[in-house]
């Protein structure tokens, strides 16, 4: 009898712990939308009992662009319908999904790192988010008239090799430090309006060319889960140029020793860890001095030298020149 009532009472348990399957609608609560230029924009923060962060989309003239960014505190299953014929990519920075299509009755992993892209029409299906995992993602959707009025349907046999159908386990490719620069440039944009619609249209433009270029040439890209790894590390350093990261730190981020992460990057980059963050830091500095009036002292800041005097003197050390002198050659705007 206790047995039985033992084992009753787990199957309760089970049963409650078990996530539920649920709408990304039901998961949110709008904080923000505007209507700009015919461009509609919305911004939703996630429920505080499913996690922190946010999520948000840009829609107009046949495209969609969604951004996931966000910690889940339990695992969620989201319920997805696509009731009209679209073009779908998906970059994932960082986290993990299980995608279940109901058409395709495969269990498909998407991993951190990785980007897929997939013609979608009238087809049911979920994906699993997994718990205590960053997830950052941007998903992209291009219906018929975007797909038309760009001549993309022109691309040699475009729905039919990317229809489900064709779909296998090995669907998704590793994301590229091309890729990762553009889809940096779209978080980190801060466009309103007519711009803001002018901006995402070319950089989805930009993304689809070259995802069609890689996708074309699939079998070539390695699938090693320790290029992926590297590729994350790459991510790390140019997504946030403020944060001064250490070999160690960065190893154990994803989960590699100090050596490993040290030989294969520069195997696979060509730059040493530091070399890279270097270049990354005096190209985006560059950039601020030309374009922007902020003082040299908070351009500094943003690309993670914490003293002026050192930042200038890495400055110089690469450009062979000042801050203030590059400004002066450069700066368009004063």
Known sequence: MDKKRRKKNNEITTNKTAPQEQTLSSILQLVNQQNQCGIIS?????????????F????????????FNAQLKQNVIVNESYTKEVLEIS???????????TKSQKDLVFESQESYIVYLTETLGKITYSKQKKLKEVKIRMDTSFIKRHYLDKVNNLYSTYTLEKIDTN??????????????????????????????????LELMA??????????TIPKDNLVKKIYQVQFII???????????????????????????????????VFEYAT??????????????????????????????????????????????KYRKEHNLIF
């Open 42 to 54: 919305k911004k939703f923060r996630l429920l505080n009992t499913i996690g922190e962060g946010y």
């Open 56 to 67: 948000e989309y840009h829609k107009f003239d046949g495209l969609y662009i969604g951004i």
């Open 91 to 101: 970059f994932l920075l960082e986290g993990e999904q299980i995608i279940n299509l």
């Open 171 to 204: 669907f998704a490719i590793p994301l590229c430090n091309k890729k990762q620069e553009i889809i940096i440039a779209i978080l980190s944009d801060t466009r309103k309006g007519l711009l803001k619609r002018l901006f995402l249209e070319a950089k989805v």
């Open 210 to 219: 070259i995802q069609l270029d890689t996708q074309k040439n699939k079998k």
């Open 238 to 272: 140019s997504s946030d140029l403020s944060v001064q990261h250490s070999i160690p730190q960065l190893a154990r981020q994803v989960g590699i020793n100090d050596y490993i992460l040290k030989k294969e990057f520069k195997r696979i980059f060509n730059q040493t």
């Open 279 to 324: 270049s990354c830091r005096m190209k985006t500095a560059k950039k601020l001095l030309k374009d922007h009036k902020m003082p040299i002292y908070e351009i500094s800041e943003l690309v993670g030298f914490k003293n002026a005097t050192h930042f200038s003197a890495a400055f110089k050390k690469n450009t062979n020149t000042t801050p203030n």
